[in-house]
DNA sequence: TTTATTTACGTAAACGTTTGCAGTGAATAA
DNA sequence: TTATTCACTGCAAACGTTTACGTAAATAAA
């Protein structure tokens, strides 16, 4: 129950505590003979460091956070497989907190971790609206940030991204190039950068296409399922003439195929549909679905990388460090051109 | 840069530091006027306590440990959604662990979580062998220990768990009353306890189905997702008899759509699949995936509910506080009896 | 020999809180 | 008047580490 502590084991062996702390880590002033004793009892008595008593001392907490707006869905859930795979190469410890898409709660977490309860944050930004005060707290306190995917334009900061425009615009030419000529887009918050690089990507898709960008055509969802896949319906039922939709994030994929089955829609032969995903079972949906998929383990990894960079060797992040990953097209059936479909079905 | 502190605080009002401590704790003994006082400074100058102190002097963390196989997984990535919600309401932090099945990695991470890093620990195990000495490392420490899904049979922990039994028989019942003559089941690691459970449901579903139990019909996969498709494309091939599959885990009726495909078997005419399985989208796949699925969010939510009972009224947490949710079995198109198909197709 | 250097360890302060105890001045009771 | 209570606040120790500094003994240099 009594833990084990330096003291203890300092008494036991007739060293100070100073001593069998150095001894511990492995400091150059301490002898081999002692050092031999002390772990020897250290392992037998399976001593372990408190770690707040060490945190409080030398001032750093051996932990990051990690904000993200969700966990249950690919794309963060595989970023921070990634993220973790390289805090426990560094030997440090991963705090999680999730802000369900609310800037509010975003807010109390940044305030929070600034209190000093980590050595750096990776953060995925909320949906909703934005200031960058909370940001302002972090960098006073010089605790390093390092964004991923979903970025903030903050004057200098750090952020690992996928090329969003490049992607929004092969996604929506692929469209084009299997004879789409109505593409409607279905993106979420305006406020995300994200959302308006891959939306800028579809619009000059459409021009450089010869067809015209029609605001009517791009939805913006508020995230709750069943609303969504409503006003997809709706979408569909007012528009009767789009032929191809792009979704700019994986439940918006989905959605559209529930909504594609309600109205009776076949996909691709009435409408193909493309859209961002993570899903690894996309090839089995009905019908395998064409996906964008962002290489989520990597930015993942690739965003700790930098932040360890900073905490490790105590500089600040800076908008030098960012990397921009690129982004892989999946053809699938569900945008195959329509004649082959007509054949077949 | 400084962080601003209580001493800070003490000056600046010209108190001393225990008085502000408590201003700031609510504390009875001190005039609502200095609390006042107290409180706006604090505000104003951003001051938030320094963690690793507060932990230190209080010998408590605020902070429980998560330990789970892996988090790329709908099912843990829900489950671990609610046990965020649950330790946001009680203030507290979540630490998270991945074990990638490894048993090895499992013993490191509740060694150090014995350090006294958390107040308490929920764990999924991993699927390689098993003693319990980490476990005691644990209870000896006095940390509070609460095991979901991937039990361990310990003497007496508290668990939070699905009616595995029930589930096994149920999906293979099933299987057999759409007309399922050969149903060879895929699992993982025997020594899993939901491993067991859920086979010996399928085992007793057959037996009172009238059919008997054939071993060699039962697959035990790696977790490695192309190895695992090639056992299963194996057990196909030269079981051509076997009709109906039950997956004991998501992987493996993913896997199983996969090599029916690979081996042109369609699903559900030749052989019909039902699988446990947390896919929000088990609706859209081709064909839609008959599922047992497990109320993932509620047992994080249950599991830390249990765990801060212990941890916030500082008891041991027992077997007597286990609870068993139930799951649902979902039917779909791939387990629609055959002649039905037979028409349509 | 004396003096400088190195080796190996101890002393004590510090990190920022929390909290038992004591103390103060004022108000009330005896 | 004195004693007692009450409402506040301060002092100082404690939590378990780490580390700057000091020091004694042993060795090297003079």
Redesign the interface.
């Known amino acids: 129950?009594k833990?084990v502590n330096l003291k203890r084991l300092a008494q036991e062996l007739n060293l100070s505590v100073a001593t069998v702390s150095r001894a511990l880590n492995d400091r150059y002033d301490i002898s081999q003979a002692t050092k031999d004793r002390v772990r020897e009892l250290a392992a037998k008595l399976?001593y372990?460091?408190?770690?707040?008593?060490s945190?409080?001392r030398r001032q750093r907490?051996g932990?990051i956070g990690v904000v993200v707006p969700?966990?249950?869905?690919?794309f963060f859930?595989?970023a921070?497989?990634g993220i973790?795979e390289v805090a426990?190469l560094n030997h440090y410890?991963?705090?999680?907190?999730?802000t369900h898409e609310d800037y509010q709660r975003e807010l109390d977490i940044v305030?929070?971790l600034?209190?000093?309860?980590v050595d750096g944050v990776l953060l995925s930004a909320a949906s909703t609206s934005y200031t960058d005060t909370h940001l302002e707290?972090l960098r006073?306190?010089?605790i390093p940030l390092v964004f991923f995917d979903r970025v903030h334009q903050a004057p200098d900061n750090a952020q690992i991204t996928t090329d969003d425009y490049e992607s929004g615009y092969k996604a929506t030419r692929h469209l084009l190039d299997v004879g789409c000529r109505s593409v409607a887009h279905l993106t979420i918050a305006p406020t995300l950068s994200i959302s308006r690089r891959r939306m800028q990507g579809y619009i000059d898709a459409l021009l450089d296409g010869g067809l015209r960008y029609d605001p009517s055509l791009v939805l913006h969802a508020q995230g709750r399922r069943e609303q969504d896949v409503e006003m997809i319906q709706d979408l569909l039922h007012q528009r009767p003439g789009v032929d191809g939709i792009f979704a700019a994030v994986e439940s918006l994929a989905?959605g559209t195929?529930?909504a594609c089955?309600v109205l009776n829609r076949r996909i691709p032969h009435d409408v193909r549909v493309i859209g961002f995903s993570n899903?690894?079972?996309a090839a089995?949906?009905?019908?395998?679905l064409t996906t964008i998929t962002q290489p989520a383990y990597a930015i993942g990894k690739e965003a700790a990388k930098v932040l360890f960079k900073a905490v490790l060797k105590n500089v600040p992040v800076s908008s030098g460090h960012s990397l921009e990953l690129k982004s892989e097209l999946f053809i699938r059936e569900s945008t195959f051109p329509a004649p082959k479909l007509v054949k077949s079905a």
């Open positions: 129950m833990s399976n372990e460091p408190n770690p707040y008593a945190s409080l907490s932990t969700e966990i249950a869905n690919h859930s595989l921070i497989n973790e426990r410890h991963v705090l999680i907190y999730l305030r929070l600034a209190g000093g309860r707290m006073e306190r010089g989905v195929y529930e089955r899903l690894e079972i089995l949906l009905d019908p395998p």
